[in-house]
């Protein structure tokens, strides 16, 4: 019996008659497919099928699997493609064993086969190259149009990702058996075309190349690799194919250019940390600490900062505060505590009638860690690591100011003060004693106070008036804040 259908990758012919044929229970060794329009033969046999009314459903059903396999395998080149196929289907009705049975020659066949088309449809993906054709209408814009050579029937399977990747663009694929050409509306498929019919190179074409040239490392060149990848038989259809041969010859000679020229010099080199000094008077010692303090780069917070922000106030203060790191305006101006949190700080020691140039404040990091969300950048708490790498300076800082007593305002600076994990919450306004002697005060951020609800602002301002009145036991808090 002979079985004729529409066209080289008629699935949904090949379905219909695979069911019919099922029905009447005719053998694949009984069957012969065709496709495409039919031509007189005076040496074909058999009976070729007529149409006829559909039979009753057979409740017969396949794996999901072998439906994408005969998605697949109809796009190849192969002539006995659809016997392959219905001999399989007559198999996985016949011998339900043989889904699973991965070494079944039938199977194995056809598998090799899909796999070669889907290879086929990822060059395909790699190796177009369009050119732009100019065009008689001045209100359309430009034409691009790529001439390729498939192994197999793939254009049609392969048109959707060319129209989701170049859908702002006109373009047109020609290939020997099936053209495609997307006009930013719809696709449109049309008969095969010739070598002749594709444009000549353009100056997109030569811009191309001469990125194509630059970009080239000799030092990386593995030409069976790149064969492997990019078999000679594409090179015909690729522009950058003519460069390949005179660049992987030059490509020794070049890598010994690049081993032979001295070593390329940064733009941008952090100086090396200065050999000990003799000891400094205090203020050039907090000056030298403060220098050494810009070149910091032990952890990643410091290459993406503007700068680094001391602390700053007189030596031998009564207090000392510690807070967590600079914000978006400390870190632009490179002073501590002057954005929103530290006007609210601010704020606070007017109300116990401690004027700000009488207190040293500082940070436990020295960097503003931040993110980006559009334009701006939002402050994010540090990790442990990079808080132990500042560490250091801190303690250092304390050394030269020499504070009478520290306040730690937040958990990240009550952390870096006393060496271990602080709850804020349940022990502020409580003092803690330091190893060195020094005590502590824990108290919030004043951060923390702008991230609460307006309504709750007022009250949580007033505890933190109180709490930082501690470290001035003889000062009374003054009337509240307008």
């Given amino acids: 019996m002979l079985v004729r259908l529409d066209h080289e990758t008629d699935l949904a012919g090949f379905r219909r008659e695979a069911r019919a044929l099922l029905a009447r229970r005719v053998r694949p060794i009984d069957v012969s ?3 495409g329009p039919c031509h007189d033969d005076l040496f074909a046999d058999g009976d070729v099928a007529q149409d006829e009314e559909p039979p009753p459903d057979t409740g017969v ?4 699997a072998f439906l994408e396999l005969c998605h697949t395998l109809v796009l190849h ?3 006995h493609r659809f016997a392959l196929l219905y001999r399989l289907l ?20 056809a598998r090799q086969m899909a796999q070669a088309v889907k290879r086929d449809i990822h060059k395909m993906h790699a190796f177009v190259r369009f050119r732009q054709v100019q065009d008689t209408d001045d209100a359309l814009d430009p034409l691009h149009v790529a001439w390729y050579e498939p192994d197999h029937r793939i254009v049609e399977a392969n048109a959707p990702w060319f129209r989701r990747r170049f859908a702002n663009m006109r373009w047109a ?19 095969g075309a010739t070598r002749a019919d594709a444009p000549p190179a353009d100056a997109g074409e030569a811009l191309w190349l001469t990125y194509y040239q630059n970009i080239f490392n000799p030092a990386r060149l593995k030409l069976a690799m790149m064969q492997k990848e990019m078999p000679r ?10 460069l390949i041969a005179p660049l992987a010859a030059q490509a020794r000679e070049r890598s010994a250019r690049m081993i032979a020229q001295p070593a390329t010099v940064p733009l941008r080199r952090i100086p090396r940390a200065a050999e000990p000094a003799p000891p400094l008077l205090e203020p050039d010692a907090l000056a030298s600490l403060n220098a050494r303090m810009q070149r910091c780069r032990e952890c990643p917070i410091g290459a993406n900062a503007t700068q680094a922000v001391p602390g700053e106030g007189p030596l031998q203060p009564a207090v000392m505060f510690v807070g967590e790191q600079p914000g978006d305006q400390e870190d632009l101006r490179g002073r501590p505590f002057v954005g929103p949190a530290g006007q609210l700080f601010d704020r606070a020691l007017q109300r116990i009638g401690v004027a700000r140039e009488s207190v040293y404040v500082s940070n436990a990091l020295r960097h503003f860690k931040y993110e980006l969300r559009g334009k701006r950048r939002i402050h994010k708490t540090p990790a442990q690591e990079e808080a132990l790498a500042c560490r250091h300076w801190l303690d250092e800082e304390i050394a030269i100011v020499r504070p009478r007593a520290l306040v730690a305002l937040g958990a990240t600076a009550a952390r870096a003060l ?22 502590v005060l824990v108290t919030l951020h004043p951060s923390a106070l702008l991230r609460m609800p307006p309504e709750q602002q007022p009250q949580a301002f007033e505890v933190f008036v109180r709490d930082l009145a501690l470290a001035w036991p003889a000062r009374a808090v003054s009337g509240s804040d307008p």
């Fill in 33 to 35: 497919w065709s496709a």
């Fill in 61 to 64: 059903t396949v794996p999901p």
């Fill in 77 to 79: 080149r192969e002539p």
């Fill in 90 to 109: 007559w198999r996985l009705v016949h011998e339900p064993a043989l889904r699973h049975d991965p070494l079944d020659a039938d199977m194995l066949q």
């Fill in 173 to 191: 694929i020609l290939t020997p058996e099936r053209c495609v050409e997307w006009d930013r509306r719809q696709l449109q498929f049309r008969a």
């Fill in 233 to 242: 038989k594409y090179w015909r259809n690729l522009p950058e194919a003519q």
């Fill in 418 to 439: 006393l060496g271990r994990p602080v709850a804020v919450l349940s022990e502020r306004g409580e003092w803690r004693e330091r190893g060195d002697g020094l005590r």
